[in-house]
């Protein structure tokens, strides 16, 4: 019920709801004021409401706010033997009707990128980090489906270690850490989505203290880049006028951008970073 709570309350602060709830209340106001000033005050509203709607909808908005935090943390090269994988859930769907096998989605290169890890012999096994979210009924968790696809790949089952519990960054940490020790790690690469590895890296080392973890070294592979270097792109002239317009992916990328600068902020408000 409080993940439920939490996620409706939220929603204001990210764009999408923010320009609705802007929009909304300068309309009222500006339609139903009982004086100048309130009626003035909702036509600022209105258009703040416009204004944020458009930048976060920019494109070249959202490809800064990604950059910012895909470059912050980055591999090193070259990558060295490390004992094992963790990789985190948020790229799988789980198998369920009408679904005929689980299946990726954006992140799913956390997946990919971790059986890579794997297959070029720069670890020897592998966690799979994601359980059940708290409003999910699908039986099959995150790990398993992982699990399903890391036999398509080629990772055989001795390889794979799951932790089913997690339901998020901070519970992945505290759940996956514990099994990488079992398996006698002193090095593990850490695997999820560039623009998550901040939190997450901090979140880990974070959780490696509190559980007196001594001597693990975790080395940060991100991966799902959305954005390459801009030297690969069209000149600037050409990507201006072609994200004049608002776009719904820039929203999302945008909104998926802040959700990790606010995780990042409560985190550490919580002292789990």
């Known amino acids: 019920m409080v993940i439920l709570l939490v996620k409706i309350v939220s929603a204001v602060v990210y764009p999408a709801g923010m320009a609705f709830f802007l929009l909304a209340v300068g309309m009222g106001l500006w339609r139903w004021g009982r004086s ?56 799988i769907s789980p198998r369920a009707y009408p679904r005929p096998t689980a299946e990726v ?41 992982m699990q399903e696809m890391l036999a398509w790949m080629g990772v055989a089952d001795e390889q794979i270690t799951l932790d089913t519990k997690s339901r998020n960054t901070r519970e992945n940490a505290a759940e996956s850490l514990p099994l990488a020790v079992e398996r006698g ?11 998550h590895m901040p939190r997450s890296l901090g979140i880990y080392q974070k959780q ?29 002239y050409y990507r201006v006028a072609m994200n004049l317009l608002p776009t719904a992916g820039s929203l999302r990328t945008s909104t998926r951008i802040l959700h990790e ?6 985190y550490w408000l919580r002292g789990w970073i």
């Open 208 to 236: 490696a203290e509190q559980l007196g973890i001594e001597g693990l070294e975790i080395i940060p592979a991100p991966c799902d880049y959305e954005f390459i270097d801009p030297e690969q792109y069209p000149p600037l």
């Open 185 to 195: 790690a002193s090095s593990i690469y850490l695997v999820t989505s560039a623009s």
């Open 105 to 145: 989605h954006d992140a799913g290169d956390r997946l990919l990128y971790g059986a890579h890890l794997i297959r070029e012999g720069l670890a020897d096994w592998i966690v799979c980090a994601g359980g059940g979210g708290e409003l999910s009924y699908i039986e099959q968790t995150e790990a398993e489906a």
């Open 261 to 266: 600068y606010y995780g990042m902020v409560y």
């Open 36 to 91: 100048d000033r309130w009626q003035d005050w909702g036509k600022r509203a209105a258009l703040a409401g416009l204004v944020v709607f458009y930048l976060f909808s920019n494109g070249l908005v959202a490809e800064q706010l990604a950059r910012s935090l895909e470059r912050r943390v980055m591999p090193p090269d070259p990558l060295p033997k490390a004992d094992g994988v963790i990789v985190l859930g948020g790229g």
